[in-house]
């Protein structure tokens, strides 16, 4: 399996969400790991971000990631993600954690536990160090 598809089986475990599409400015700065910074730069070279260590707000380390460079993710275009198919496991998240919760009252199938959180990043993370490796 390529990292592309496990990357993929990964986000296809998350459930579903009634987006309302009303929460843009909840977008950035954005979190990811280095192989999903090359899924998003594939296809929009322009994606300012800074390598660094990403930890989550309990302090974990996740390993070494990406984080935009700047307030707004530059990918919202007219209130709206303009790459939504690529976007980093942080954003999928948002809206299934309860203490990550849309302000717009959009309700996923079923809530994501922080730990479910958690073990998710670092399987992604896992994901992209083995993908970068491998990678020339």
């Known amino acids: 399996m390529t990292p592309e598809q496990e990357i993929e089986r990964v986000y296809s475990r998350l459930p579903s969400i009634n987006c309302k599409r009303l929460c843009a400015e909840c977008c ?14 594939a296809v929009a070279p322009e994606f300012p971000a800074k390598l660094m260590p990403v930890r989550l707000e309990s302090g974990q380390l996740i390993g070494d990631g990406f984080v ?3 307030g707004t993710c530059p990918l ?4 709206q993600c303009s790459h939504y198919a690529r976007r980093p496991l942080v954003c999928r998240l948002w809206g299934l954690v309860q ?6 009252g959009c309700t996923p199938a079923r809530w994501v536990s922080p730990r479910e959180s958690f073990k998710l990043l670092n399987e992604v993370e896992r994901i992209s160090r083995k993908a970068v490796k491998c990678s020339p």
């Open 99 to 104: 203490t990550m919760r849309c302000p717009y």
């Open 68 to 70: 935009s460079d700047c």
């Open 76 to 79: 919202l275009k007219d209130g």
């Open 28 to 41: 950035g700065p954005i979190a990811m790991s280095v192989f999903e910074h090359r899924r998003i730069l």
